[in-house]
């Protein structure tokens, strides 16, 4: 389909596609295999100005938006999902301080990370706090200039890699939501450490780790916005990047489909081609219909965030929910497919199928999205009757 | 640094189609690359002006569609590019196209390396580095694989050959040529893009450089081109079918039997 990109998105997308084709198809296996952080290609994304795709101008960016985010992160997906999120991870530590950070901390932080010297993540998820953000632990207490952080950050991608954190903690726990607040900490903090790398199903060259803080001291000039607003900031950061989780799974889906479709067109059984056989095609094509109306979907999210529109919850939920859904099948499918090849590691498929399934459960679960978009549908209709 | 890359707009493909009619090279359809030797010859250039600083200025000689080549450069980091393009250029063969190339390079004045490729994928002659060098009265090293070192105007570098590398030091001004082991090249920068494609390619004709009617294009060109065919196959394969165990005692006793074992 022809979604009538600019020039300047036509290229960004074909630039985008370049990075995947020669330097992460040729060794996404080895490094899902391994589970090495994929510096080489970060070198490469760097080296293309895409860490600063979404960062203003004058902090070193490119002034681009949430659309051309999504064309990088759906290229990069299409070849593998640890490399894409490890991209996309820096956006959402970065989005607290474009969105709500004061002017010195956007000249102290965004130059470095839009030219890709430096990674971002972003610290909200806890043991105990997840889809339910609530539950959070982790303190900062104000000390006179400064807060002193306590507390552990679960899961956190780009842990350890990262040099900027942007951390959610709570500074006045009788205020319930408005008694959080957002944070800037940068790596080699006193106090502040990091956890074993976890081992995962998938997604296995991204980095994730524990963040420790541990009477961990940061100047009060480190308070990302005001103090209360933690959530917001999380809520309205979320918000804008989930239409990149949507790109992971149209991107993963398309790869899936590229790999099932080739492969059908040349392993022969009863002496022709699998892909002349109906029961092929027709899971073809509902890859093809699914992936497609789920690229529309994630791409008219994007270009409205971009052209303004200030309520997208719902609008990005949805989309976040049904590419990611749509990953997850047609990733199966393509194994299903592939057969017994689609089941081996020597084919990409199976770690496509590994990758998708992260989709479904980070940067809220499906479910939850379910419940953002239940709960405005009702609160759409109840001003009606 | 003063870095010149002569690079080559080549067709994207090894398997080059004649019209069995004309005997010339079927180019319609066939998509246009940068001639991939020439791509780490700019990489290295680039590399090397990030480390010293200076500048990197492409050149190329071609139709005027070979712009497409320079903006290639642009868009991974080349300052400055010429295209040199005249009708009168047409036809040349390797002497003509270096004294073209090398009398570009005079008028670009003072230079302190220029790297080629250490061949181009089409005519695959590694003749016009040297003959560049031979023009403009340089040294020049061939099949360059590693920069070791670059000091108050003497360079040592490391190059291949049949068995084994050699390390060779000497002064700049110089030409140098490089193989594909030297460097990974980058992709282009997202800013590269935009201003390679906003950049106007300069035009130089032989007039702008004055170049002399009787050593550039046709007439510059001492080879004569009697005729181009596509060579027959001659080699026949046999195929060996059964057990492993015996099939592998047939190919033995086959390769005995041609010398090729003992």
Redesign the interface.
């Known amino acids: 389909m022809n979604y009538m990109l600019t020039?300047?998105q036509k290229?960004?997308k074909e630039?985008a596609k370049?990075?995947s084709d020669?330097?992460v198809i040729p060794v996404r296996a080895e490094l899902d295999e391994k589970e090495e952080f994929p510096w080489e290609v970060i070198k490469?994304l760097s080296?293309?100005?895409?860490f600063g795709?979404y960062i203003p101008e004058e902090y070193g960016g490119?002034g681009f938006g949430c659309f051309e985010t999504v064309l990088v992160v759906e290229e990069l997906s299409r070849a593998c999902c640890g490399v894409s999120v490890s991209y996309a991870a820096s956006a959402l530590g970065a989005y607290p301080i474009v969105l709500f950070g004061h002017e010195e901390q956007k000249k102290k932080y965004l130059p470095a990370i839009a030219s890709g010297e430096k990674l971002a993540a972003f610290g909200l998820t806890e043991a105990n706090a997840g889809s339910d953000a609530s539950g959070i632990q982790t303190t900062a207490k104000r000390d006179g200039n400064h807060y002193v952080l306590n507390g552990t950050k679960q899961w956190i991608t780009n842990g350890g890699e990262a040099e900027i954190y942007a951390v959610i903690a709570i500074t006045d726990r009788n205020k319930g939501s408005r008694g959080a607040s957002a944070f800037v900490i940068e790596k080699g903090t006193e106090g502040f450490s990091f956890g074993k790398k976890e081992k995962k199903m998938g997604i296995r060259s991204s980095a994730t780790r524990e963040l420790v803080f541990d009477n961990c001291r940061i100047p009060k000039e480190n308070l990302i916005g005001r103090e209360g607003m933690g959530f917001i900031v999380a809520l309205k950061t979320l918000d804008i990047t989930r239409p990149g989780i949507g790109a992971q799974g149209v991107g993963l889906a398309q790869g899936a489909l590229d790999v099932a479709l080739n492969y059908s067109r040349q392993r022969t059984q009863f002496g022709q081609t699998i892909s002349s056989f109906q029961a092929i095609q027709h899971i073809l094509a509902d890859m093809a219909i699914q992936t497609e109306a789920a690229r529309a979907l994630v791409y008219a999210t994007a270009r409205m965030i971009d052209g303004g529109e200030k309520t997208f919850s719902k609008d990005s939920a949805i989309a976040k929910t049904f590419a990611t859904d749509v990953a997850m099948k047609v990733s199966v499918d393509a194994v299903q497919i592939l057969g017994g090849y689609g089941y081996m590691r020597e084919y990409p498929v199976e770690k496509m199928m590994r990758d998708a399934k992260i989709l479904q459960i980070y940067e809220g679960t499906n479910q939850i999205q379910r419940n953002v978009i239940a709960l405005q549908l009702i609160k759409e209709n109840s001003g009606k009757n | 640094m003063n870095i010149i890359v002569c690079i080559k707009q080549v067709p994207a493909t090894t398997e080059i189609k004649i019209d069995p009619a004309t005997n010339t090279l079927v180019r319609e359809g066939t998509e246009s690359i940068v001639n991939p030797f020439d791509v780490y010859a700019l990489e290295e250039a680039i590399r090397i002006k990030e480390e010293f600083g200076g500048k990197v200025t492409a050149i190329t000689m071609g139709p005027p569609h070979a712009a497409e080549a320079l903006k290639e450069a642009i868009a991974v980091g080349a300052d400055d590019v010429i295209l040199l393009s005249d009708r009168a250029f047409a036809g040349a063969d390797t002497l003509a196209t270096s004294h073209t190339l090398s009398k570009g390079i005079e008028k670009l004045g003072d230079f302190d390396l220029i790297i080629c490729g250490k061949q181009t994928m089409d005519g695959d002659t590694a003749q016009v580095g040297p003959e560049i060098a031979e023009k403009l009265g340089v040294p020049i090293v061939t099949y360059v694989s590693q920069i070791k070192k670059i000091e108050d105007g003497h360079i040592q570098l490391q190059r291949m050959v049949e068995d084994g590398y050699e390390v060779v030091e000497t002064e700049k001004p110089l030409v140098i040529t490089v193989v594909k082991e030297i460097n990974e090249p980058?992709?282009?920068?997202?800013?590269g893009?935009?201003r390679a494609?906003k950049a106007e390619i300069p035009v130089w004709t032989a007039k702008d450089i004055n170049a002399e009617e009787e050593k550039i294009g046709l007439l510059g060109s001492p080879t004569q081109v009697v005729t181009i065919f596509v060579p027959e196959v001659s080699r026949k394969g046999e195929r060996f079918e059964g057990e492993a165990d015996k099939i592998v005692e047939q190919l033995i006793g086959k390769l005995k039997e041609d010398k090729v074992l003992n």
């Open positions: 020039d300047d290229m960004i630039l370049k990075i020669e330097k490469a080296q293309a100005d895409l795709l490119m | 980058r992709v282009p920068s997202l800013r893009m935009m494609k």
